[in-house]
């Protein structure tokens, strides 16, 4: 298995527009998240899908980000417009635990966001 | 707020000791601890686990600890090797839910 896949691997954009972010899960994986690594904050939940179904998005800093996952093997991030304090890492992780346990995941190598 | 709490951000330890990283929690709630190990320009991959209804495991040379009433938990690395050398995230769940990370603590570990 490739493993969790994201792309692209560097973003570099300006101040304003729009950028997004990509993932494909591990084949079979039910469950999906979006996590936000900077400096001050460590490693940041920003939304958690289960069954494509988004069950908590409490992490989303605020209205210009946005999530979706259109079926089971992709996911899309997505940042309108974007800020300068939104350069981050971000993470697209999966996981295929059923029932209580959603805690091995499997991270993808992230994207580097950097908003000038 | 963190509930999860890495108080040192980095760590250097020589070849052939032993490294200690620790990690304390605030949410009582939580039954279920993880270590993630991150290399440059990679993604976190998984290392060790504990059920809070446990207070040590082990796997090779890597033992994590938990001590629920101090709600601490540390992870020992013995003996440490120069390829050991990564940042490491605690990582804590109740009830299944999504993972809670600390912000890292790197390892440094020199010839």
């Known amino acids: 298995d490739a493993g969790v896949i994201q792309s692209p691997r560097h973003e570099v954009t300006e101040m304003g527009q729009e950028v997004t972010l990509r993932c494909k899960p591990i084949?079979?994986?039910?469950?999906l998240f979006w996590y936000r690594q900077t400096m001050m904050r460590g490693l940041e939940l920003l939304i958690y899908?289960?069954?494509?179904?988004?069950?908590?998005d409490s992490g989303m800093p605020e209205d210009r980000f946005s999530a979706k996952m259109p079926n089971a093997s992709f996911s899309t991030l997505k940042i309108q417009p974007s800020e300068p304090r939104d350069s981050a890492v971000y993470f697209c992780?999966?996981?295929?635990?059923?029932?209580?346990?959603?805690?091995?995941?499997?991270f993808g190598s992230g994207t580097q966001l950097s908003v000038l | 707020d963190q509930q999860v709490k890495q108080n040192s951000p980095s760590l250097s330890v020589q070849e052939g000791r032993i490294s200690i990283l620790n990690c304390d929690y605030t949410?009582?709630?939580?039954?279920?601890f993880l270590w993630y190990k991150k290399y440059p320009a990679e993604g976190p991959t998984f290392l060790i686990s504990?059920?809070?209804?446990?207070d040590k495991n082990e796997d090779g040379r890597f033992t994590v600890f938990l001590n629920k009433s101090a709600k601490h938990l540390s992870l020992h690395i013995v003996p440490s090797q120069p390829g050991d050398s990564a940042v490491y995230f605690c990582?804590?769940?109740?009830?299944?839910?999504?993972?809670?990370f600390g912000k890292g603590t790197s390892l440094l570990v020199t010839p």
């Open positions: 992780a999966s996981s295929g635990q059923t029932g209580r346990r959603n805690e091995k995941l499997f």
């Open positions: 084949s079979g994986h039910n469950s």
């Open positions: 899908f289960n069954n494509n179904v988004p069950i908590d």
């Open positions: 949410n009582s709630m939580f039954d279920y």
């Open positions: 504990i059920s809070s209804i446990k």
């Open positions: 990582a804590a769940s109740f009830s299944g839910y999504a993972l809670n």
